[in-house]
């Protein structure tokens, strides 16, 4: 708790020296979750910077995973699942009970570790998001929708052709691209991702990479990994957890080449994990 | 455990000889266990197999014939006096006439000789009660043949139906030889001819003479054994018996002497001749006499063309005499009889005459029934199933609930009938035997195979689906029913089409509220009284009629037909929706 706000106490700094706007986007203060009797969340603060991507990182069971599913209160369908603490996107507190979660989720979109496109067409994948909020008046904006977000997931040019066909009939790396331009259908604020490569060979890899990189002008990016290369390579700040704590928080840059904490630094050099 | 490393560790790797007598002997013993084992199995399918061909077999080498008919093509008479005496062609008057009575005139101007009252009643029996009313339909639609004459095709009574199918007797033809001279005096004729025209029937009868004096002699026997307690009542059989042996003895000891026909133990030894058919009553070396069942021709006297013919089955052990056979045979024989497709089985209603039963109402109470089942069953079950897989809050509750849904699974279906006598009829007062009732008890006695198959159905679909939906922002509700159902669906509707197998194999619940009445009329609606299949195939397995025998194997014909097509759905189901994701 207390290296934790040391280091969000920090945070500005380390924003403007990334070249970042100073305002954050998503705000976490004291969040905690307990799943039953597990404590697997502590006392986590950070700020999320708009328009730029903040990789997670740490060992399994760190706690990563469960602290970007709060960000779009994707663990309320977990019955056990516990958070307290405040997190805000905008100044908005997202717990509180007020708020509908389908208004944060279309504003917070997510991809997952494991591609899982409806069994649908790749049209109606697209499109279903936009249907459901009711973001298209008629069928050529809808048809306008659908084609913008495969072209910013990079997916167009292989997709035109087969809108019809069966969203799980493409590659792997097409599938989670289509997972991609179903998430930015709804134009959320943030895209949260988790893992969204670990199931993919290198050379999807690569293209959903390059496709983070391009999103980053447009979204605010939070994604999961268990590659810190993959970190280094698309992120402009890094998160490191470790047993449930954020153990460290900073630039991408400074993270890598120079941690604080004696942890992070055994665990980018490969020492534990 | 530690030994066992030590020693490991000391001896190191272990060295094996492939080929040493003992690692064969071994391999040898787990070649047998594994060839024991598929000798088990495969003993265990082929016994099964067998054990369904022969039920098939049984069933379908007694059913076949059910669906066959007999009818003969008759020339009615359509007097306008009989049927519509005022002319006016009011159809009122046109419905009540009696139809029937127009049937039986125009087969007895097929036989003019039967004069006899009785037998004009075996005559009319011929033919089933039912087929004036199919000249009825014939007339009320085209009312302008009142006046004419018309061949129709007339449905022949079970018993006749029966002997035509080759139930009932063999019937022997040989070539008679010789010249007779024949004596006509009224009912009765004498038969005259060489010294051994009759000697081969009389041979066959002196033969079986003997074979009942073994016989009798048989049943002596075993009643001298049981004479330790003879009373005055055995003694008195067996002085009969003795007798009676003595007497077969002493007449097939005999090859000359006449011998007189008795219709309870002896077939039935009749001769063609002028036309006619003689039934013999006594038979000589040379001569015979007998009665005449279809008329010779009045001025005959003399024949060398004619013909012995033997109803191997005793007059006394089958349904049909020899007089009934004798027509058939006739109507056969001018080729007016007919063996048609029974649609009337599967268009008329149950019925007293086994000829005229059909599954017309079975089969659409058993539709309505199911109909209600599914209307009660389907959007309970899968409503059911959604809240408990996906909204219901995981606690003890939930819990019971869960176990006794599984227990309500196992409970006899009688119980259930039982649940439905007292609820539906006792406490609501629903109509009795009626579509309604039984599908609502089915309803309830299926409804947890489809709670469970629907359960299982939606728990199948992998939980991403479901985060997906949740992603993009949808609600709890809208990612289940836009995503998981329609993806469950396939399981559900398998698990709701063996469900509703299951229910229209069913018969002991709708026992206990009534739906096994005998009804004639096809249900309508809901609320008409009904029975349903299985329920009509218990019901006919209980009548003595021969003809009904058939008509049960039959009925299970369609019962099992209808029970593959709804399987072979739900296999299909199955495999076509199978893993699309």
Request: hydrophobic letters at 45%; glycine letters at 8%; one cysteine or more.
């Amino acid at each position: 708790m207390n290296s934790a706000s040391i280091l969000t106490a920090e945070a500005p700094n380390a924003a403007a020296s990334a070249g970042l706007a100073p305002e954050p986007k998503v705000v976490a203060r004291n969040v905690d979750v307990h799943y039953g009797e597990k404590h697997a969340l502590k006392a986590v603060s950070v700020d999320i910077p708009a328009r730029a991507v903040t990789a997670f990182i740490g060992p399994s069971g760190c706690g990563k995973s469960t602290f970007l599913r709060c960000i779009n209160r994707m663990n309320d369908t977990i019955s056990t699942c516990r958070v307290t603490g405040e997190i805000t996107i905008d100044g908005q507190d997202i717990y509180d009970p007020r708020l509908d979660v389908v208004l944060l989720r279309a504003r917070v979109g997510m991809v997952f570790q494991k591609p899982n496109p409806f069994p649908k067409t790749i049209y109606e994948n697209v499109a279903y998001g936009p249907r459901l909020h009711g973001l298209a008046s008629g069928k050529a904006e809808l048809d306008e929708i659908v084609e913008r977000s495969l072209r910013r997931a990079s997916l167009w040019e292989e997709a035109k052709d087969r809108l019809g066909e069966s969203g799980t009939g493409l590659s792997g790396g097409q599938q989670q691209r289509l997972c991609i331009a179903r998430a930015i259908a709804v134009s959320p604020e943030v895209i949260l991702m988790d893992e969204p490569c670990s199931a993919l060979d290198p050379i999807a890899t690569a293209k959903i990479e390059e496709l983070i990189d391009e999103l980053r002008t447009n979204f605010t990016i939070v994604i999961v990994t268990h590659s810190m290369q993959q970190a280094a390579r698309v992120s402009q700040r890094t998160a490191f957890f470790h047993l449930g704590t954020l153990v460290e928080e900073g630039a991408t840059d400074q993270i890598f080449t120079n941690p604080r904490d004696r942890r992070t630094q055994d665990y980018i050099t490969g020492r534990f994990g | 455990m530690t030994d066992a490393v030590l020693t490991f560790a000391q001896t190191g790797p272990r060295k094996v000889d492939f080929f040493s007598e003992e690692a064969m002997a071994r391999v040898q013993k787990r070649y047998r266990a594994e060839a024991r084992f598929k000798a088990y199995g495969l003993g265990a399918v082929v016994l099964a197999g067998i054990f369904v061909v022969i039920l098939l077999a049984d069933i379908v080498s007694k059913g076949l014939p059910a669906f066959f008919e007999h009818r003969i093509a008759l020339t009615v008479t359509l007097d306008a006096a009989k049927i519509d005496p005022e002319g006016k062609r009011d159809i009122e008057v046109l419905r009540a006439a009696d139809y029937q009575r127009l049937i039986y005139d125009g087969l007895r101007e097929e036989f003019p000789g039967v004069s006899d009252r009785r037998d004009r009643r075996k005559l009319e029996g011929l033919v089933s009660t039912g087929s004036g009313n199919d000249l009825r339909t014939l007339v009320l639609r085209n009312p302008s043949i009142i006046g004419q004459k018309t061949t129709l095709p007339v449905l022949l009574s079970d018993d006749a139906d029966l002997y035509l199918k080759g139930i009932g007797t063999r019937v022997e033809r040989a070539v008679g030889k010789g010249t007779l001279d024949i004596k006509q005096q009224g009912k009765t004729v004498e038969l005259v001819g060489s010294a051994g025209a009759f000697a081969a029937p009389l041979a066959d009868v002196k033969a079986r003479l003997k074979r009942l004096a073994s016989a009798t002699e048989f049943e002596l026997q075993g009643l001298s054994a049981a004479q330790a307690t003879a009373n005055a009542a055995l003694e008195a059989r067996r002085e009969d018996l003795t007798a009676r042996v003595k007497d077969f003895r002493q007449r097939s000891g005999d090859p000359a002497s006449a011998e007189t026909l008795d219709p309870a133990t002896m077939p039935s030894e009749l001769v063609e001749i002028a036309g006619g058919l003689v039934r013999l009553t006594e038979i000589a070396p040379g001569r015979a006499a007998g009665v005449v069942l279809l008329p010779l021709a009045a001025d005959a006297t003399r024949s060398d063309s004619w013909h012995r013919t033997t109803y191997t089955t005793p007059e006394s052990n089958r349904r049909i005499t020899d007089i009934e056979i004798a027509w058939l045979e006739s109507l056969r024989g001018r080729k007016l009889t007919e063996k048609g497709f029974a649609w009337r089985f599967f268009t008329n209603g149950d019925s007293r005459e086994p000829e005229l039963a059909g599954i017309r109402g079975a089969l659409i109470g058993s539709a309505l029934t199911l109909a209600v089942t599914l209307l009660f069953c389907l959007p309970i079950g899968v409503g059911a199933a959604v809240y408990l897989e996906e909204f219901a809050p995981k606690n003890r509750l939930t819990d019971i609930l869960e176990v006794n849904i599984n227990n309500l699974a196992a409970v006899p279906s009688i119980v259930f009938g039982l649940l439905g006598l007292a609820m539906f009829l006792n406490f609501f007062g629903l109509p009795r035997s009626a579509p309604l009732v039984g599908g609502l008890v089915l309803a309830l006695l299926v409804l947890p195979t489809i709670i469970i198959a629907s359960r299982a159905a939606l728990k199948a679909v992998p939980p991403s689906i479901k985060e997906a939906a949740l992603g993009v922002g949808a609600s709890h509700q809208q990612a289940i029913f836009h995503h998981v159902l329609p993806l469950a669906m396939p399981g559900i509707m398998t698990g709701t089409i063996i469900g509703m197998a299951h229910a229209l194999g069913e018969t002991a619940p709708l026992l206990m509220i009534g739906m096994v009445a005998f009804i004639v009329d096809i249900p309508q609606a809901i609320s008409d009284p009904a029975t349903v299949l299985p329920v009509q195939i218990y019901l006919w397995s209980d009548l003595p009629e021969v003809a009904f025998q058939a008509k049960t194997a039959a009925a299970i014909m369609v019962l099992l037909a209808f029970l593959f097509v709804m399987n072979g759905a739900a296999i299909l189901l199955r495999r076509r929706f199978e893993q699309r994701w």
